[in-house]
């Protein structure tokens, strides 16, 4: 059975910074596309962004310039730097591991940005 596990969210304000790692309980190495996601209050889950296996990164637009994600395959931990924080990045973060046709996810992370 995978494990998907996220870490790293809280409290900051406008303009701060946070770093959430999503670690996985099997070898990053067979997941094709480690992903982030979040949920705001009310609204659909939206991709924030994601890594290949083979290094291609993608970003939503929202967030490009201000996040950064990155893989440890060696770590099995996948991260999610967030930086310029905004009120409306609040959210549930979630992390996804894709193997083939099958999607990994984590319980989420909590990430609060005050005004």
């Known amino acids: 059975q995978v494990q998907v596990v996220e870490s790293g969210g809280g409290l900051v304000q406008a303009g701060g910074s946070l770093r959430l790692a999503c670690q996985t309980s099997t070898s990053m190495f067979s997941f094709d596309v480690m992903g982030w996601y979040r949920q705001a209050p009310e609204k659909q889950r939206e991709l924030v962004a994601t890594?290949?296996?083979?290094?291609?990164?993608n970003y939503a637009d929202s967030v490009k310039g201000r996040f950064t994600i990155s893989r440890d395959n060696g770590k099995n931990t996948v991260y999610l730097q967030m930086d310029s924080l905004k009120p409306e990045d609040t959210a549930v973060y979630y992390c996804?591991?894709?193997?083939?046709?099958?999607?990994?996810w984590g319980q989420g992370t909590q990430v609060t940005v005050s005004s």
């Open positions: 890594a290949t296996i083979g290094g291609r990164l």
């Open positions: 996804t591991a894709n193997r083939g046709r099958r999607d990994y």
